[in-house]
C-alpha cells in the first residue's frame, strides 16, 4: 500500500536557525513527489516537484532533495512568514496524489 | 486566471441533513480531485475526475457521498444524513494531466461543521 510518513510533527525554530522536514515515502512506481505548503484556513500550495532520486530543486530558502525512499525539504535562515504546515505527497500509477500528515513548522522572531 | 474556486466557504448543518458543494476548476484543467482534510492530518483522497468520467473513488467513501462533473466542467459533492465525523475541510484540486505525474492546484476548501 502507498504510504508516506512525516517527521517531525511540529517543529519550532528561532528565527535564523536552519533545519530539515522529513518525508519517507513507499510507493508502487514513483511519478513524482510533491512538496506543499498550508496556511491555516486555505488550502495547499504548490512548492516543488521531484521525479527521480538525486534531483533537488530550490526557492528562496527552501531546498528540496530525493531519495529512493526519502525526500528532505531543508529551511535556511527561516524567518516568521515561512511559517506554516509543510505537506508532503507522492503521485503513484494511479494518478493521484497521497500525502503525509504534516509538519507545523513555527519561526519565532 | 481565477484559480480553484470552491463555494461555501463554510457551511454548518446539523446531523441528518443533506449538503453539497461546489468546485469550479482552473478552465484548461481536465482533473478534477476531492479530499477531505482534518484538524493535524494531511488532505486523504476521496475521488477524481477525468473530464466527466468519475475515475476513481476511495474506499472510505461510504454511499452516502456521492460527486459529479457534469460536462466535465464543475464539479459538486453531496453527503447525504450528515453525521458529526463528517465534519472536516473539503478541499477541491484541478489538474492538467501530464506524462510525468501532475501538480495539483487546490481551492481554499469548504469547513463543513456538522452538530
Known amino acids: 500500500e502507498d504510504q508516506v510518513t512525516q517527521s517531525p510533527e511540529a517543529l519550532r525554530l528561532q528565527e535564523g536557525e536552519s533545519s530539515s522536514l522529513n518525508c519517507s515515502y513507499t510507493v508502487s512506481g514513483l511519478r513524482g513527489l510533491f512538496w506543499y505548503r498550508q496556511d491555516p484556513g486555505k488550502g495547499p500550495e504548490f512548492l516543488f516537484t521531484l521525479y527521480s532520486a538525486g534531483e533537488e530543486k530550490e526557492k528562496e530558502r527552501l531546498k528540496a532533495t530525493l531519495t529512493k525512499k526519502e525526500s528532505f525539504l531543508h529551511i535556511t535562515a527561516p524567518k516568521p512568514e515561512d511559517s506554516a504546515t509543510y505537506l508532503c505527497a507522492v503521485s503513484s500509477n494511479t494518478g493521484k496524489l497521497i500525502f503525509g500528515q504534516g509538519t507545523t513548522l513555527q519561526v519565532k522572531p | 486566471d481565477t484559480g480553484v474556486s470552491q463555494d461555501p466557504r463554510h457551511k454548518i448543518t446539523k446531523r441528518g441533513q443533506n449538503v453539497t458543494f461546489r468546485c469550479d476548476p482552473i478552465s484548461e484543467h481536465n482533473r478534477l480531485y476531492w479530499y477531505r482534510q482534518t484538524l493535524g492530518q494531511g488532505p486523504e483522497f476521496l475521488t477524481y475526475?477525468?473530464?466527466?468520467?468519475?475515475?476513481?473513488k476511495s474506499r472510505l467513501l461510504s454511499d452516502r457521498f456521492s460527486a459529479e462533473r457534469p460536462k466535465g466542467s464543475f464539479s459538486t459533492l453531496e453527503i447525504q444524513r450528515t453525521e458529526q465525523g463528517d465534519s472536516a475541510m473539503y478541499l477541491c484540486a484541478s489538474s492538467l494531466q501530464g506524462a510525468r505525474g501532475e501538480k495539483l492546484f487546490f481551492g481554499s476548501g469548504t469547513q463543513l461543521s456538522v452538530l
Open positions: 475526475f477525468q473530464n466527466e468520467a468519475q475515475l476513481e
